[in-house]
Nanobody, 128 residues
């Protein structure tokens, strides 16, 4: 079965950087339509962070992370990354990667229900 496994989380100071990885197995990587990153802070709903589409290689970001985070993929490694720079305490959350098998318009990329597969999450804590 499909497995998505996140790694790379941890504790970092304000202004620091982390790179999250999401390794996929159980399904040919190229058969996804795209992947995304979401996060859930304590006491809050899970929210969209970033997405990448396979067909266009376009990337999309939440306004809160635009200019600081970069989503990318490595087809040879079946892995999607989230490079996070200039981290802030408000970035503290559990980060989840997700994969979708349907092509979506830009406005639907943030819709969690459109993603079929999810990882278990990795904790990111940014200290002030």
């Amino acid at each position: 079965q499909v497995q998505l496994v996140e790694s790379g989380g941890g504790l970092v100071q304000t202004g620091g950087s982390l790179r999250l990885s999401c390794a996929s197995s159980g399904r040919t990587f190229s058969t996804y339509a795209g992947m995304g990153w979401f996060r859930q802070a304590p006491g809050k709903d899970r929210e969209f962070v970033a997405a990448i589409s396979w067909s266009t290689s376009n990337t999309y970001y939440a306004d809160s992370v635009k200019g600081r985070f970069t989503i990318s993929r490595d087809n040879a490694k079946n892995t999607v990354y989230l490079q996070m720079n200039s981290l802030k305490p408000e970035d503290t959350a559990v980060y989840y990667c997700a994969a979708r098998t349907v092509v979506l318009s830009r406005t639907l990329l943030t819709d969690q229900k459109k993603y079929s597969y999810w990882g278990q999450g990795t904790q990111v804590t940014v200290s002030s």
